[in-house]
């Protein structure tokens, strides 16, 4: 043992002392300034844990020597049985010496401490030996931990420490040096002028993508405008085309009373030479002619008017002159069907300040549903009313027909949906009805039941403006 220390002490100067010890405990062999062979250490906490663990290293103490120092311990079985624990002990400076070996400036300080916080070397500035640390490391187990210190003897200390492998140390560095310091501002200047772009070019992109946003909604809800607009359109031609037969009947009698009147003209022509005679008869003839001229151009410009598409323009008008236009379209459709029409308009109601042309669409859309729902029906009835309420006239249209289903009220107002047999409706009359006077600031409310009819109230403001 003594020739292995000699030559142990040779590669590392800082050793005391060494020494063999059975697995009872007890120093059989020692060799070493001190007189320790035959020492029991069974009792001794190293002694418990290398044995559980095969290897121990102290924390720096005192000791018998009462200078600083920690000692190392490996086990080893005995191939007889039994084991054997090598222990050496090892001078403090040794661990100095390998911190006095970092590359560290004259203000800087290193120094390693126990995981308690005790002090193992010396420290420039911050105690002794076996002293204390005055502040706190929160060590993670793999990897080198760095911090900003205040609080301490300078005004900013950067603090790097790390656990020393198998070892139950800490290596702490402490740098105050201006180099040091510089370091971690550069990192923050760049890190605020990385931030500060990075804000930037985000509220840039942002703002350029909310346009590119807008930009597109806009689109869409011009392309949805003008889609609603042909659809309206499309629904008013849909519904002059219900009305053909009815108009033709209207110009085909003033057009048989002026061929009529023309002929009757003719002859008095060629059966009598006296003009005078036949003055009156003559003007009555002709006026009778003028009146049905101006019967054929009120029913033309009236269809031509409804038919025609056009911006959206506010009159004031009475909202029964424009149900009797309505009615007018349908009167003859209505005689043909043998349909009672059960009218009661309010009298004394204020005019409306709206768009008359599209309330009157509106009216032709119900109206013509109410047709098509009492065809079925032996006798069928249509009431239409007028009256107010409040600041709101409404109109109601109600029929005797054949209903709705009440799980489907809620979706007539929906595009494309329709309760007509297959082939006999777009789905789209309700649909624009309903948008229509929504934009004119009102309400369509239905009532119907399975079988005994149905009855639409809308109701608008007497100052409709429709929206842009």
Known sequence: LADIFTKFKREVSGVVDIG??????????????YSLEGKDYSNQDWFHEVTVRNVYVSDVFMGYRKIPHFAIAVKRESSEGGFWILRATIDMKTLQKFVSSMNIGSEDD??????????????????????????????SKQGTTVQEMEGL?????????????????????MIKSTPYLKIPRIFKNELFFITVISIIFGIVV???????????????????EDAIAQSEHASKLAS????ASGVAHEINNPLAIINEKAGLMKDLLESSGDLQQNKEKFLRLINSIFESVNRCRTITHRL?????RVDTAHELFDINDAVREVLGFLDKEILFRNIKLDLNLGEGLPRVLSDKGQIEQVL??????????????REGIIAVATGTKKNRIWIMIRDNGSGIPKDKLKQIFEPFYTTKEKGKGTGLGLFISYGIIKRLGGDILVESKLNKGTMFTIEIP???????
């Open 20 to 33: 063999v010890i059975d697995s009872a405990g007890i120093q059989r062999s020692y060799v070493g300034p």
């Open 304 to 308: 031509l008017g409804f038919s025609r």
């Open 240 to 243: 002059i085309g219900r009305l």
């Open 206 to 224: 942002a703002a350029r993508v909310a346009n590119i946003l807008v930009n597109r909604i806009r689109d869409a809800e011009k392309e949805r």
């Open 462 to 468: 007497t100052t409709a403006f429709t929206e842009e």
């Open 110 to 139: 290193a120094f390693i401490v126990s995981r308690d916080g005790v002090i193992q070397t010396p420290s420039r500035f911050y105690g002794d030996v076996l002293e204390k640390i005055k502040f706190d490391l929160a060590v």
């Open 153 to 173: 003897q300078s005004e900013c200390t950067m603090c790097g420490y790390a656990s020393l492998r198998d070892a139950p140390w800490i290596l702490v560095a």
């Open 364 to 377: 032709l859309n119900i109206v013509n549903n109410a047709l098509d729902a009492v065809q079925e029906v």
